[in-house]
Each structure stands twice: as C-alpha cells, then as structure tokens.
C-alpha cells in the first residue's frame, strides 16, 4: 500500500537551493533528509537505506535496451547529532564512494558479506529511497500512443518501507509504499507529513542538529496540551490525618480496621493514633520530624502511622525483615531523631541521635485530639527505594499529593462506607499509601493480615474470598500465579508496579472492573490509570490523573511525536521534594517543566519509555536502561517481552541478556503452555532474529523484588545438561528427595548437594511452595526463616534431622508429572530408590514415576524376607495409588520382589496391569554371589571404577579393610560426601547382606500376572557363573501364564545407563501392548 507524498514549489526550490549552496545533489539532499527521518522516529542511529542505480556507466550502454539498474546501500552515522548541513557531507562522500563501486553486483555483495538471512526481510536494507529524475514523455507510433498512469495506492511493498519520488516541474511527487503487516495508513500519512516538516526546517534551518530539526505537528501540539489538561479541585489544604478525621465524625462507629480476630471502628482507631501523636509531640515531633517506623503489620503500625502524621511529622517505614545494615543505614540517612518499634530487630537498631520510643508511655497519653501540626507541603513520609549506588535512596513527598490523590480516587472509583480494601504492600512501599488513601477517608475498611496469609497463590486468593474483600492492588506477577477467587472478587482490582500480561489482564478482567495503574514512587504513588475491558487485546497505561501531567520527550527534552517512543516525564501536584541528602540526583531527575504554566513547576524524569496512543492513551515500553546491544543491534528488553506475553498461553514474561546470547523466561498457563519451539515460532510473527531468544527457561512464578517487581537480577540461568561431576549417588535417601524437588521447582538438572535453592534462581514465591512440598512430600516441616539462614541440599536436610524423624513412606517420587498411570519401580538388591533415575527422565514428563526405596538404609532394620518386604511395600502403595490397574517394574533383586508384590496386590483383590522384569533370575537358577563378591557388586552397583588390582585387594580383604578401602575408594570418586561415608557404607551392606538372606530364602510362586522380561544379552558382571539355559525365560514361563522377552545388547549393570536406558523406556511404554 501506499500514501501520497507532495513537496510544493516552495519547498522543492528551498531544497534545490541548499543543495546548490552545499555543493550536493538534490538527491542528496532529499536522502539525507529521509535518513534523518528514520533516525528520529526509531532511535537508530546506524541508517541503512537501498537505493537504485542505472548502472550504464559505459557509453556503449546508453542506447542499449536492457535491465542493468544495480543497488546500492547508503550508510550514515547519526550517534553524534550530526548538524544536518554536516549530514550532507556524509551522505555526500558515501554517496560518491557507492557511485565509484557501482558495479559491483547488488547480489556479489551480499555473498561477500553473508547476513544471517532471514525470510521476513530483505538483507543488508529494509528501506528504500528512489529519486526520479528522467523526463516523462509519450511514446506515439502513428496511431498508437503509450504514456505512464499513476496507479495511486496500489504499489506492491517490496520493501518494508519505499519513499519514491519524482521531479515534476517545479515540485517532487510521490508515495511512501509501506507493508501493511507492518505498518498502517494513518502512520505512514504522519510520517509523509513529518517528513515535509522536517525539510522545510532543514531549509531554513541547515545549521541545526539532526535531534533539534522539529517533527511535531501544530495539531499534535494542542493534542497534548489538551491530554494534559488536568485541573481539577481537591482538598488543597488539608493533611492526609485531617482526612481520616472527618470521616471519624461522620462515621465513629463503622468498622476501620480488619486484623485477624481484631476489629477496630474509626473511632477507637483515632484514639489510638492520638495517644501516639501526644506522646511524639512531647518529644518534639512538629511539622518536617522524621519518625522512623519499624512494627509489623498489626493495628498499633497504623495507629502510629497516624499518630506521627498528626503530631505534624513524618513517618519513614522499615521493614523489620529488611537486614539490620540496612534498617540502620535508612534510620541514619533519614535524620530520624525517634524510632517506633517493637521485638526484634527494631528495638536493637542504632544510630546517632535517635532515640526509642517508650511505648509503656502511651497507657498515660491523652486520647483526645492533637492541636497544630503540619500543612499540606509539608513532610509526609519518606520512602526507600533501591539505589544505583547499592544504597537505597530516599524520596521526601508531601500531604499535598497524598490529598490529591485521595480526592481522584473517590471520585474515580465511588468506594464508601464498609468498602473492604486490602493491605497487600508493605508500608515501606509506596503502594501501602495507595491502599491507605483508598480506603479510610471514604469511611472502608482495611483488612491487614500477616505476610504468610499475602503470600501469592491459593492462600492469598483465599483470604480475598475469606475476608469478602473489595478492592486490592495487586502487581501482575502475583495474579499470575493466582487461582481464581469465586464471587468475582476483588471487585475493584488495579495491577500496578510492572507491566501487566495481556493473558493475565484478560483473565483478571473477567466480571470484575481491572485498571492499570502506573506511576513510580517520586510521584505519590501514581500518576496515570487505564480501566480495562476483557474485549480489549493491548493494556495501555492510560491517561494522566486530575491535577498530574505526562510528557513524552525526546533526548532533546522535545515533545515526541505521536505513535514515537521516547522518555517519560510527569509532572503536577504529586511530585516529590526530590531524595534525602542526594542534591545532584534529585537535580539529574527533577527539572523545570517548560509546559507547565507558572514558575516552579518541576518535573519527574522516569527513566520509562512510553509513546502516545491516537487515542490519547499512553504505552508503557520498558525501561531506558533496559536497551542491550548484541551483535552489533540495539535490542528493547521490554520490547521482547511484550512480544512474548501477547503469546495466548504465556501468564507472565521476562527477558535477560546472558552473556552473547538472549534468555526468555515464561510463567505459563498450565493448560496451554507453548513448547520453546512454539514460542519461537511466535515470535518469530513478530520480531527479527536477532531479537527471538536463544533459550527459554518456564518458570512456576517471576522471582519478585520485595515490592512486587520483577528481580531480573534472580532470573535463573537456562538449565544445564546433567553434570557428570555431580553424581546422585553422592546424595543420601533425604538429600535425594530434596534435590527432586529442587529440580522440579526451579526447572535445572544436576543437583548436588552443596547446591543453594536461591542461587539456583529459588525466589520467595518458590521458597514458600518448596516449604509446602517438603511437608506433603517428605512429611516433615521446614520454616521458612530456617530456609532463608540455609538453602543448600545439606543445610535443609540436616534441619529436617534434627526435627527428628517418624516413620516414613519407603515410596520416592522421581517424577511427579503426566497424565499417565503410574509406574511403580522396585530397588535392586542395594536398596537405593536412585537406580531409576535415568529411567524417570527417559520417559519424560508424561509419566509419573515412583520408586521403593529400601529399610535400612536411612532407619531402621533391614528387613531379610522377600514376602514380608512385599507386604510392606504394597501397603505403602495403596495409600497413594490414585486407583486402576498397578504397573510394576523391577532391575535385578528388585523384580522378585515386584513379581511378590504382584502375588500380594492380587490376593488383596488390586488389578495388577503388568510386572516387567528388567534382568531378572530366579534364585533357583542362579549362583550365590556369597559375601566374597559382596564388595565388587556393591562397587559396580553404585558405579565406581576398580581396576583388577584393586578388584583382587578386596576380595581377599577382612571385612574391615574392605569397608575402609570402599568408604575411601567411594570418598575419592565422589560417590559419597566424606562426613557420612562410613556410616552410608556400613548401611549400604547391612541392606545388601539382608537382601542376600532374602534371595537365598525367596521360593517364588505361581502368579496371574501379564509379565514382560527385558534381558541382557552381553557379559554378566556379578551373575556371569549363571547357568545357561535353552528356556529363553531362564524359568518365568512356569510361573505366569503370559510373558514377553525382549534382548538388550548390555551388561547386567548397563541396562539403566544411557544409551541403553532410552531404549528401555520405549519398552516400557509399550510393554502393556505387547503380547
């Protein structure tokens, strides 16, 4: 498609006229023009542009009929602002050196510099640039006359973008033809018009820099003004407290505050607070006192938040988790000269001249209310943010905003008396004031609860539901891992503090009224909203708030056209002072607002792109800082993610650059989760190569700042391949079971145990799902604190000891997942559950996967008797089993054992699907391996490598020099941690000893089971003196009335390794179909 571009006479010879004065061509001009265009519209400043060439550099080529016409590629540089005039003599001299090397073929180019092709997209170049200078003529033969008709918008786009035009007279004619997937009409006619805009200015003005050459329209100019114009009344003389008192006299009586079995009315609420103010006022807290803050969430935290803001000073909010250090250094930088607190570790913080409050005081303090005290530009609080420097930095916002926004939020969204509002944030994060505003000057009621009740997920949905609650704030990352709350609640919902999914957006839309709010915390809280309908696909940020400005500037701090990214600047009555003690920061962020009426007016640099929408509405692009250059192109994280999560099954997105290469991160809707391939397919619809990640990396939940934000810095690495260096078999039965759970929660491999849950990329929201699993799971608790002072393998397991231990499930998850029956694997005749490892990862995740683990080896007795540990291990079974017909499989010792199962579950009346036996012998046609090969079966079982002259030194060894040389020999190659060697050695034989008993006893009998047999074929180990036999079954035909065999080219010790193991997992997936 294509839109008609028209550059009048004046302009024309303006331009041929700069041209004559510069010695350049008019092509030159014109395309030094487009460049500059391109540059400022998509913040490239690298700008390649196609453009034909005849190609008859010869003179015997002139009359020749034929197609020569060649392309060229024209570079121009604009990292340093250029002035134009100083363009054209780069677009001059790269001109000139393309003519030079015309000939060159277009396509010899290409080979020679060998761009990653991609099918989307022309190579090299995008944009082309044509100058028609040729005279239009007609060609007449007698009565025959051809002449060209301008097809006007029906252009094919060979290009993304062609700007044609053509030397008519005293004007240039033309059209930009564009590509309608990637653009539409009404951008490419504002482009044509910017385009003629930016010419003239570089008519009249050549001198001037590329970035100072004007693109906005007049129209666009009211356009804004008119978005921004905002005034509106609010309660400009009044205090955040004087809001809470007036509605203390219009409803004394009515419910304020919610917490646990706690319920306190407005005016029990303002006795409380005026008890504090009395009391800090005695103490000198006037207007501008800082009073710091350190109580958990409880009904005395905000009394005296309160009470501080009625004694006319401010309150700075700690966070009693946050580390000492860190409290101390926020009490230190503030000036606080009193700190409220209560128990750890509040009561312990120091810092020069601040002094604790006595909260023994308050029992004599007069309850009635406090005189003087603060105006509405004075000091409200101070809040903490984090810091580029490592320290987090304070931002210093007054009553003033606070009102405003109190009054935009009763008039907005009409919550009155008895409105249930959700204190989900901390109050020391900005959001915490949101919910505060939202909720007590209309006469609501705000429901506080403990941090563990406000965990994300089904607690917290729970507690919405519990406490019928009617309004919340909530950051997307945490709605994404929601269940839903039945009764449509909350009813007023607002998503704020990061982008917010479209999935999650539709899916929290749904019978409820969803906006997005954004704003940073130098601005009160927040600045913009946009309600959003579940119809709709985008979710912008919306429009400014009564009484609040927005301003989309380029680096040039000029507005930005429309539909054109650039900074985000805010501006209005909710601005901050600036930060605490940081004069050249809050210089670098505050600055004076060149459109706003009056002196004074400052405003906010966000450090946020966004770019008006036709509609007046903003979108929200990502951060400044979070542009990355790889491989030479300039990448938008923010960009990537929205591509992302405009994916139907994708919750939630993140994006990081590691090292030389792109890693996407998705939380994904468990019914829809798209495969890494169909996301890159997805993306591939939307972006260039070079911007598809090379990984992704699906996640249960973002990991969250403390605010609710995404932690970039805790998006774990792609997981590796299994470490070799990292054997399982270094990890006792508990360790194990942790690491499975590891694994499964943070999506890696390999996991040793040394290994940290939160360096593995472990968050809070994973750490409290990993509490919750430990206890189902492994049936035992594990606080959550605990977990925090230590999240290696070790640490857990040995706190998990020391709790003591009950009688546990001898059943072991390896792996959870899929639709599938079950498959029950029994241990070998070492006992461990692990000899399935491989064979659990082989199936795959559509195949739940658990395994017997044997007595003895982490308590109790051994037990020696094939029947009574069948008995047992049935009994552990039918607790879990979910119901159907059982599949048992079972490696060596472990299929008698299965095949006794069988016997067991049949007689109790269970259906037994199959029994598979994976190299399995009867005692009866088997040798005793004796107490003599004990040590080599063990060595082989466990994987270690001997070599023949340490084989013959255990075998004639004492059985206390074996067990020595094995714990060493077992330390050495990484088998076992050297702290627990002997004891997992002498366990380990004890259980081989027993099962040894056990074979020599077991007299298997008959069975109506189906039963397939998987036998090695190649050198025996350990069973190599068994007999040969001409029954291919080795004797199990006698037993079963069906049975299948299959040969497999390995040892007896191989047949659960890789490669092999794969080749059994194909086996027993189609084993129950065998016949």
């Not at 103010?277 to 969430?297: D, F, N, S, T």
């Not at 250094?329 to 009193?338: F, P, T």
């Not at 064979?839 to 007595?855: K, M, N, T, V």
Request: glycine content about 8%; proline content about 7%.
């Amino acid at each position: 498609a294509s839109v008609k571009v028209s550059l009048g006479a004046e302009l024309t010879e303006g331009l041929r006229a700069l041209a004559r004065r510069q010695g350049v061509t008019l092509f030159m001009v014109l395309l030094a023009g487009f460049q500059a265009l391109l540059h400022r519209l998509s913040g490239q400043e690298d700008i390649a542009v196609g453009t034909p060439i005849a190609g008859r550099t010869q003179k015997e080529l002139e009359g020749l009929i034929g197609f020569f016409v060649n392309t060229l590629v024209l570079r121009a540089d604009m990292g340093k602002n250029p002035r134009f005039v100083d363009l054209l003599a780069e677009v001059k001299e790269t001109t000139l050196d393309a003519y030079a090397h015309q000939d060159i073929p277009f396509e010899k180019l290409v080979e020679e510099l060998a761009p990653a092709r991609d099918l989307s997209r022309q190579p090299l170049f995008q944009v082309m640039f044509v100058l028609q200078n040729t005279p239009t003529s007609t060609l007449a033969a007698g009565d025959f006359e051809v002449a060209p008709v301008e097809l006007e918008g029906a252009e094919a786009a060979q290009f993304d973008l062609t700007l044609n035009l053509t030397e008519r007279g005293d004007t240039l004619e033309g059209a930009l033809v564009y590509a309608k997937d990637l653009f539409d009409e009404d951008t490419i006619a504002r482009m044509a018009e910017r385009l003629q805009l930016l010419l003239q200015s570089a008519v009249r003005s050549p001198e001037a820099r590329v970035a100072d050459l004007p693109l906005v329209t007049e129209s666009e100019t009211r356009q804004f003004a008119q978005w921004n114009d905002t005034g509106a009344r609010y309660p400009d003389d009044a205090c955040i407290h004087e809001l809470f008192e007036a509605q203390v006299d219009r409803t004394p009586d009515v419910l304020a505050l919610l917490f646990e079995g706690q319920h306190v009315t407005y005016a029990e609420l303002d006795r409380r607070a005026n008890r504090f103010a009395h009391v800090l006022r005695a103490r000198g807290v006037g207007p501008e006192a800082r009073v710091a803050l350190c109580l958990p969430r409880s009904v005395d935290q905000i009394a005296a938040l309160l009470g501080i803001l009625k004694a006319g000073g401010a309150y700075v909010p700690l966070d009693p988790a946050y580390p000492r250090e860190r409290l101390e250094y926020m009490l230190r930088d503030s000036g606080a000269r009193l700190l409220i607190a209560r128990g750890e570790p509040g009561e312990r913080l120091a810092a020069p001249g601040c002094a604790l409050l006595d909260l023994s005081q308050l029992d004599a303090a007069s309850d009635a209310r406090i005189q003087g005290g603060a105006r509405p530009d004075n000091l409200a609080y101070i809040i903490y943010t984090s810091g580029s420097t490592g320290k987090p930095k304070g931002v210093l916002l007054a009553h003033r905003g606070a009102c405003n926004l109190a009054e935009t939020q009763r008039r907005l969204f009409g919550l009155g008396e008895g409105a249930r509002v959700l204190q989900f944030s901390r109050t020391s994060f900005d959001a915490s004031v949101f919910e505060l505003l939202l909720a007590l000057p209309v006469g609501g009621c705000l429901v506080l609860a403990r941090a563990e009740a406000l965990q994300p997920g089904g607690g917290l949905a729970s507690l919405i539901e519990e406490r019928a609650i009617d309004a919340a704030l909530l950051p997307p990352s945490a709605l994404a891992v929601m269940p839903e709350v039945a009764a449509a609640r909350p009813r007023l919902l607002w998503v704020g503090g990061e982008a917010c999914p479209p999935e999650v957006a539709r899916r929290w839309s749904q019978g409820r009224r969803l906006i997005n709010a954004y704003g940073p915390t130098e601005i009160t809280v927040c600045a913009t909203m946009f309600a959003h309908e579940p119809s709709e696909g985008s979710l912008p940020i919306g429009r400014p708030l009564p009484n609040m400005h927005v301003y989309v500037l380029d680096p040039s701090l000029r507005p930005a056209p429309l539909g054109v990214p650039g900074e985000l600047y805010i501006g209005g009555v909710g601005l901050a002072r600036g930060y605490e003690g940081r004069h050249g920061l809050t210089a670098e962020r505050f600055l004076p607002d060149p459109f706003a009426p009056g002196l004074g007016a400052r405003m906010y640099r966000t450090g946020d792109r966004a770019r008006w929408l036709p509609g007046g509405d903003l979108e929200f692009l990502g951060r400044v800082d979070e542009q990355v250059k790889l491989r030479g192109f300039r990448i938008e994280l923010g960009e990537i993610e929205a591509a992302l999560a405009a994916h139907p099954g994708v919750r939630g997105a993140a994006v990081n650059l590691r090292g030389d290469r792109l890693v996407g991160y998705v939380v994904a809707d468990p019914e829809r989760a798209p495969s890494p391939s169909e996301l890159r397919d997805h993306l591939a619809r939307l972006l260039p190569d070079y911007m598809i990640p090379a990984a992704f990396v699906t996640l249960d939940a973002l990991p969250l700042s403390p605010s609710g934000k995404v932690d970039r810095r805790a998006l774990p690495e792609p997981a590796p391949a299994l470490r070799a260096e990292a054997p399982r078999r270094s990890l006792d039965r508990l360790e194990f079971e942790l690491a499975a759970l590891w694994e499964e929660l943070l999506g890696v491999r390999g996991v040793g145990p040394r290994d940290d849950f939160f360096a593995l990329g472990g968050h809070s929201l994973l750490a409290a799902r990993l509490v919750a699993r430990v206890e189902s799971q492994i049936g035992r608790k594990l606080p959550l604190a605990r977990l925090l002072r230590g999240a290696t393998i070790e640490e857990v397991a040995a706190v998990l000891r020391e709790d003591g231990e009950r009688p546990r499930s001898p059943l072991v998850t390896l792996q959870p997942r899929g639709e599938r029956p079950p498959l029950y694997c029994v241990h070998a005749i070492g006992g461990s559950a692990l000899s399935y490892l491989d064979l659990a990862r082989a199936l795959g995740d559509e195949q739940p996967l658990h395994a017997l683990h044997a007595r003895g080896l982490d308590e109790g007795e051994p037990v020696d008797d094939v029947v009574t540990m069948a008995q047992h291990y049935v009994d552990a079974l039918l607790e879990t089993h979910p119901g159907g017909a059982i599949r048992l499989l079972g490696w060596s010792f472990g299929g008698l054992v299965a095949f006794e199962m069988a016997r067991e579950l049949s007689a109790r009346g269970v259906p037994v699907e199959e029994v598979i036996l994976v190299d399995t012998h009867l005692p009866s046609r088997m040798q005793d391996p004796g107490d003599v090969s004990l040590a080599l079966l063990f060595a082989r079982e466990h994987g270690m490598t001997l070599s023949s002259e340490e084989e013959c030194r255990l075998l004639v060894a004492s059985p206390a020099e074996r067990d020595a040389r094995l714990a060493a020999l077992a330390v050495e190659q990484g088998i076992f941690p050297a702290s627990m060697a002997e004891t997992i050695l002498r366990r380990t034989l004890g259980v081989y000893e027993a099962h040894l008993r056990a074979l020599r006893t077991y007299v298997p009998r008959n069975a109506a089971v189906r039963t397939s047999l998987l036998r090695a074929t190649g050198a025996l180990a350990v069973e190599e003196d068994v007999s040969s036999f001409k029954d291919p079954t080795g004797g199990w035909s006698e037993l079963v009335p069906t049975i299948t065999t299959w040969d497999l080219p390995c040892d007896h010790f191989s047949v659960l390794r890789p490669p092999l193991v794969d080749h059994v997992a194909k086996i027993v997936q189609g084993a129950p179909r065998s016949s």
